[in-house]
């Protein structure tokens, strides 16, 4: 089958590669040329490095290389059987290239689109088939991360999820099944892991040194959520967050902080710009964490049950499979545990506790428990069998 990308930035390049790597021919379509040419180097350079490392055999990378072709013309895209798009995050621009799209591509080519932020629902809504529409979420890097939220609108013909799910399950991913909701499964579940650290770091219970050594040290988190905001950028993070609010109509669960919105205002977007909440210029102190268990215990699970929560009420709402948003958060944001195991283990009227504990002191809705999670605890059941946990 022949593949058509739509944008040739970091992540259309990089599902390019992928689908090329899995044997189809790929057109790779960007209104800049420019853009075109970096991101045949781009792939050319990423292609050559998995040879080198040994995870590509030579003639592989290069065949897979040569299975890609540049184009400027949606015209190309006649005899494609999937066409994705990875473009601006821009619903208005989105709809307009699937409406010229579906001029070009025959009655049974599949449309798909990366978003991250967008309902997919909506963009469907510009096609005059939209019952071929999905959403493909890839993460970036999309040659090295695993993971894949594959998302039906409401248009989406029943089938067509699970063909698509196939169809990225052959290309070496994992794939997982998502409701077309706010931040699908990834950039759900994981909002508390920033929002509630801030939160702690705003009353003063620990500084950001303390709070990401008790998520790394104790919690074997792979990066603190102040060393991870002040990577992936604050213009980034903050979006993101505030993205998923506004589409949840303002749930105060997911309200961005005063504190990261600051940091964006002042340029600070972390270690890109030499400052975030720690300063990466050269020479400056590291500051130090206070290494006191207890604490670090409290912190710990306080941002845990947070996250349980989040995962809790996205199964208790059907926005996924319990085996997928394990999956999703393991190999999306490489949590050392499912949420819903760890949850497990901890003792669901332990997380229900600290839940309804700050409940009761805050008297905030960011810290109302799932139905799901308090029926469970209550009951005396967990979320998976007890063999699958032992
Ligand atoms: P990017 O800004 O690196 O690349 C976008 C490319 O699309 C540019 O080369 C631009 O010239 C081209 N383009 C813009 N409008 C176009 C049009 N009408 N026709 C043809 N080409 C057009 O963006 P990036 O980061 O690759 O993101 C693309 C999409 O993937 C966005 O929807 C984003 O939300 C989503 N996404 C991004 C992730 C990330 O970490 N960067 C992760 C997962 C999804």
Redesign the pocket.
């Known amino acids: 089958m022949t593949i058509g990308i ?9 599902i390019a590669q992928v689908a090329a790597t899995a044997g189809h021919t790929v057109w790779l ?4 040329q420019a ?2 040419q ?2 045949a180097q781009r792939i050319r350079q990423s292609l050559d490095k998995l040879a080198e490392k040994g995870k590509l055999m030579v003639e592989d990378a290069t065949a897979a290389f040569a299975r890609i072709q540049l184009t400027e013309n949606q015209t190309d895209f006649a005899d494609c059987g999937l066409v994705l ?6 619903l208005a ?2 709809q ?2 699937f409406r010229e799209v579906e001029r070009v591509v025959s009655a049974n080519c599949v449309l798909a ?6 309902s997919i629902t909506s963009i469907a809504a510009a096609c005059q088939w939209p019952e071929r529409f999905v959403g493909i ?4 890097p ?1 040659p090295l991360m695993q993971l894949v939220e594959v998302v039906p609108a409401v248009q989406t013909r029943p089938g067509l999820a699970k063909e698509v799910h196939a169809l990225v399950q052959s290309w070496g991913k994992r794939p997982v099944l998502v409701q077309d909701t706010p931040g699908f499964i990834v950039n759900r579940v994981a909002r508390p892991f920033y929002g509630e650290a801030i939160r702690l770091l705003e009353e003063g219970v620990a500084d950001a040194a303390t709070i990401d050594w008790a998520m790394t040290e104790l919690g074997g988190f792979r990066m603190g959520p102040f060393a991870l905001m002040d990577f992936i950028g604050h213009d ?1 993070n903050y979006r993101v967050t505030e993205s998923v609010w506004t589409a949840f109509f303002y749930d105060p669960r997911y309200r961005p902080s005063l504190t990261q919105k600051r940091l964006l205002e002042a340029g600070y977007y972390g270690r890109k710009s030499g400052r975030g909440f720690y300063d990466y210029t050269p020479g400056a102190p590291i500051p130090s964490p206070t290494l006191d268990a207890a604490l670090g215990q409290r912190i710990l699970h306080r941002i845990l049950a947070m996250l349980i929560n989040e995962a809790a009420d996205a199964l208790h709402l059907h926005v996924a499979s319990a085996a997928d948003l394990e999956l999703a958060m393991t190999t999306g944001v490489n949590y050392p545990k499912g949420l819903l195991a760890w949850a497990d283990t901890l003792g669901l009227p332990h997380v229900l506790q600290i839940l309804d504990d700050l409940y009761h002191e805050y008297h905030e809705e960011r810290y109302r428990a799932s139905p799901l999670l308090r029926r469970l605890a209550q009951a005396g059941q967990t979320f998976f069998p007890i063999e699958a946990i032992l």
């Open positions: 739509i944008g040739s930035g970091a992540m259309g390049a990089g379509l960007d209104q800049n853009a075109l970096q991101a798009e990875a473009i601006v995050e821009d621009a989105k307009q290239v689109t990366n978003t991250s932020s967008l979420h890839f993460f970036n999309a980034v």
